[in-house]
């Protein structure tokens, strides 16, 4: 799917452009990204950022140094931002792929 023409407008990042994509894309679905899909941890319940963005393991937080929170605190915000960047793209892909299947399907008559 090409999704560029329907964000055209929205400025992604690459942080967000990937994001965007993963969100998108059927996990066992074979394209030009399948081996970087398939290289991704499972899960990142073990990073720091997980602990902040999830809310469950914040105490974990008040244990790193204080530059590692600092740090910590700055990607977190960026997370935010990237992820609010990514929602409004992702929902505008999904409503301009069910405005054309709709299209489609009323001019074959379907619906």
């Known amino acids: 799917m090409d999704y560029a023409k329907k964000v055209k407008d929205l400025v992604l990042n690459s942080t967000q452009a990937i994001s965007m994509h993963l969100c998108l894309k059927e996990q066992n679905s074979q394209d030009a ?34 530059s590692c929170k600092r740090a910590l605190k700055d990607v977190h915000h960026r997370f935010n931002h990237d992820w609010d960047v990514v929602q409004q793209a992702v929902v505008r892909v999904l409503r301009e792929t069910m405005r054309s299947y709709l299209q489609i399907t009323i001019r074959v008559g379907v619906v």
């Open 33 to 66: 990204f399948a081996i970087y899909r398939a290289s991704l941890p499972r899960s990142f319940a073990e990073h720091p950022l997980a602990w902040l963005v999830l809310g469950n393991l914040d105490h974990l937080v008040e244990l790193l140094p204080p």
